[in-house]
């Protein structure tokens, strides 16, 4: 029997990443004020949302579509295929990494951007931290349950827009 080192994989990606983006994340908010800091966990809330539909996307998508365009050697179909192929590692590393990471470090920032309204307001920190942290985790669920829906119904165009990305830059997969 094989033995399959994807959990190992996970795992290590995922330690890698939380250090890139919770870097990345720092460095940015360090002296950043509220606003910008408001900016960036918006963005992080986007990129999870875009990860968690490109994740669910690859599991809907039809492999039938993808072997015709490949066989008319189509620019980024053959990607699209490999993508397909590996759907449930594509989902774990969009929906659980990804999205895992970007919660985290949205939180994190929400933590942040809490006590930094609290002080600007003069307010307690607590109801900032719970009114933040609301506001987080509905823009999070909300989106990931409207972009769901998207990518169920536009599961193959949103494949292929990634496939065609991933030819660019040649992306192992």
Not at 2 to 17: A, C, G, H
Not at 61 to 86: M, P, Q, V
Not at 110 to 134: E, H, R
Not at 148 to 169: H, L, Q, R, T
């Amino acid at each position: 029997m094989k033995k399959d080192n994807w959990i190992y994989k996970v795992f290590l990606m995922t330690f890698f990443l939380s250090i890139l983006f919770s870097f990345i994340s720092n460095i940015i908010t360090e002296r950043a004020n509220i606003i910008v800091m408001v900016i960036i966990a918006l963005l992080v809330i986007i990129i999870g949302i875009i990860f968690d539909m490109i994740g669910t996307a690859s599991l809907t998508s039809n492999e039938a579509t993808f072997h015709a365009k490949s066989s008319r050697k189509i620019k980024g179909a053959k990607e699209s295929l490999e993508i397909i192929k590996n759907s449930v590692k594509v989902s774990s590393v969009c929906n659980d990494v990804i999205g895992d990471i970007c919660g985290i470090i949205s939180g994190a920032l929400g933590a942040i951007i809490a006590i930094n309204l609290a002080t600007f307001m003069k307010d307690n920190v607590t109801i900032s931290s719970i009114i933040v942290s609301a506001i987080i985790s509905s823009l999070t669920v909300g989106g990931k349950a409207i972009f769901k829906k998207v990518a169920i119904k536009n599961c193959d165009n949103i494949i292929f827009f990634v496939g065609k990305i991933k030819s660019i830059f040649k992306f192992k997969g």
